[in-house]
């Protein structure tokens, strides 16, 4: 459920038209229900409720704008971060370290330094190699970093290819039979505490199948590494939850989710962690966009919209679907191709669409676009970088500013031998 609706004919977001938005920032711009997404964090929260000890950490690379964070800090919910970058925002929208997160595969020696720095309260170490240094790193300074092992289930999440990250080619974690013997050897070193595993199979996943046949070979795994003697306190299960990007999809609900983690992990005796990010994300926001023109075509017209692939990335990345909504449809419709202005063809987002008629001038938005929408925008083209609104109630106020062609000129400079 989501709190963008038509109201008298044109499309608001809570209590707030969104041609006055669009006029008073202009356009391409992101908008964020702030109502959603807190209904979203409860919703999930609530359903994870069923669990004895949990810990919720969003997936901060699914939507890192620091007014998401900060109303999510005031749910409760920790970070999943996986950068020095993503860490400085969680920590600067007021998450607290000890509920932070540091995942990702490649994290440099200086951003292990700044998460034991910041006192993170626990790293998803991706390799043996990555934990001997970190447990080196922390020993070093006299202190102990408390981390879980990623583990690589090799498990098809059944999800797009380049989301998927569970199965056993994927660079991502440990390998399975590896595991235990990485565990014990990191387990016995000075600087570490090895204090669980992490699991992540991919993303906007659809069946629960993929998951429980994930977390049934984590629960094995953790048995046999507490048979060989050692211990595990927490275990990660990570994100993943797909959400409906049409309205017809069925998504399974966190309902759901949560008496399949219950019914898999009832014997674990841990503190469950989750990573959640679409889910929470996905529907709380839109990408508010103008029709610049409408073109004739071959099979059918093109409406070129002012938003394009640097804005929003999904359909050129992944041939993502998102519904596209008249802000003031007049009840007619018509089959078009949308694309944006950028000058290669995988700016285009949508081919033979059945949408609301669209005319030069209209606005329009693409739906489903909270979670990596805004985080994956670039500049390319030498377009400006995206700007995002929140709206909460009769409110709304601009979170991120768009950042001008001519300020990324400015941090530009010609060499000397050129001049
Ligand atoms: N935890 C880990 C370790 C992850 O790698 C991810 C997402 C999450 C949690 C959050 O997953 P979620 O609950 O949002 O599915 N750019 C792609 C999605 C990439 C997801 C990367 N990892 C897209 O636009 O679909």
């Known amino acids: 459920m989501d709190h963008f609706s038509y109201r008298n004919g044109v499309l608001h977001a809570e209590d707030v038209a969104i041609p006055a938005i ?4 202009a356009t391409p711009c992101y908008i964020y229900s702030a109502a959603t997404l807190t209904r979203h964090a409860r919703v999930f929260r609530d359903a994870l409720a069923v669990l004895p000890s ?5 997936a901060v690379k699914s939507n890192p704008n620091l007014a998401v964070l900060k109303l999510l800090a005031g749910e409760g ?32 020696a200086g951003e292990l330094l700044r998460g034991l720095q910041a006192g993170i309260g626990q790293f998803n170490i991706e390799s043996e190699e990555e934990g001997v240094e970190l447990a080196a790193m922390a020993a070093g300074l006299g202190l102990t970093a408390r981390a879980a092992l990623r583990v690589n289930p090799d498990v098809d999440a059944g999800t797009h290819a380049k989301i998927s990250t569970g199965k056993a080619e994927n660079k991502f974690g440990v ?13 016995a070193l000075p600087g570490i505490e090895m204090r669980g595993l992490a699991v992540h199979i991919g993303s906007q996943l659809s069946s629960l199948d993929p998951l429980e046949a994930a ?24 994100g993943g939850i797909g959400v409906p990007y049409k309205a017809d999809e069925v998504f399974p609900s966190p309902a759901e989710y949560a008496a399949m983690v219950a019914r898999v992990t009832q014997d674990w005796g841990v503190t469950l962690m989750f990573e959640p990010g679409r889910v929470i994300a996905g529907n709380s926001g839109v990408l508010v966009t103008q029709v610049v023109r409408v073109k004739e075509g071959v099979a059918a017209p093109f409406v070129i919209v002012d938003a394009a692939m640097n ?21 007619d419709k018509m089959v078009a191709n949308i694309v944006g202005p950028i000058c290669e063809s995988s700016d285009t987002f949508a081919m033979g669409r059945e949408i609301d008629v669209m005319q030069a001038g209209d606005l329009a938005v693409f739906r489903t676009a909270g979670a990596y929408g805004a985080t994956m925008a670039n500049t390319y083209n030498s377009r400006a970088l995206v700007p995002e609104v929140m709206v909460h109630g009769d409110q709304w106020a601009i979170v991120a500013h768009r950042i001008d062609p001519a300020t990324i000129l400015a941090a530009e400079q010609v060499p000397d031998w050129l001049k």
């Not at 390998?175 to 387990?187: H, K, M, N, T």
């Not at 507490?226 to 306190?233: D, F, L, S």
Request: proline share 3%; aromatic share 10%; net charge negative.
């Open 22 to 25: 669009a006029e008073a920032v």
């Open 311 to 331: 804005d929003l990335a999904r359909p050129a990345l992944y041939g993502a679907w998102h519904d596209f909504w008249a802000v003031t449809p007049g009840g």
């Open 175 to 187: 390998a399975y039979d590896r595991a235990a013997g990485i565990y014990a050897r990191l387990s």
């Open 77 to 108: 919910y920790g970070a999943d971060v996986v950068s020095a970058g993503e860490m400085d925002r969680a920590l600067a929208a007021g998450i607290p370290a000890a509920g932070i997160v540091f995942s990702g595969v490649g994290k440099t």
């Open 54 to 58: 949990t810990h919720i950490a969003f």
């Open 215 to 238: 977390f049934a070979k984590m629960g094995d795994l953790m048995r046999a590494i507490r048979a060989q003697g050692q211990v595990i306190t927490h275990m990660d299960l990570g």
